[in-house]
């Protein structure tokens, strides 16, 4: 059975960083893409950034392009979120997200359970 365990989430003023990790753990396949989504309170969930797990290709949302880099360790299978300059509109529950194929932006096969962010002015 598939996991993806996150970790590195909480409480960080303005302007500060944070680095989330996501663990995956079962399956006997290749992931094909690996990224990041959140849901802030009262709004849909978004994409943020996503990785193409064999080329290491990148993708981010405009709204946090130039401070938040996605990365992969293949050898631990593990995705990493380094969130930088924080902003209090960045304040959200974070999920990680596993593809075995190629989908539409923000389409997974398997989700991880949230690690919620928060950022105080």
């Known amino acids: 059975q598939v996991q993806l365990v996150e970790s590195g989430g909480g409480l960080v003023q303005a302007g500060g960083s944070l680095r989330l990790s996501c663990a995956v753990s079962g399956g006997t396949f290749s992931w094909y893409r690996m990224g990041w989504s959140r849901q802030a309170p009262g709004k849909e969930r978004e994409f943020v950034a996503r990785i193409l797990w064999s080329s290491g290709t990148t993708g981010y949302a405009d709204s946090v392009r130039g401070r938040f880099t996605i990365s992969r360790d293949r050898a631990k299978n593990t995705v990493y979120l380094q969130m930088n300059t924080l902003e209090p509109e960045d304040t959200a529950v974070y999920y990680c997200?596993?593809?075995?194929?190629?989908?539409?932006?923000?389409?997974?096969?398997?989700w991880g359970q949230g690690s919620q962010v928060t950022v105080s002015s």
């Open positions: 997200a596993a593809a075995t194929g190629p989908r539409r932006t923000g389409e997974y096969d398997y």
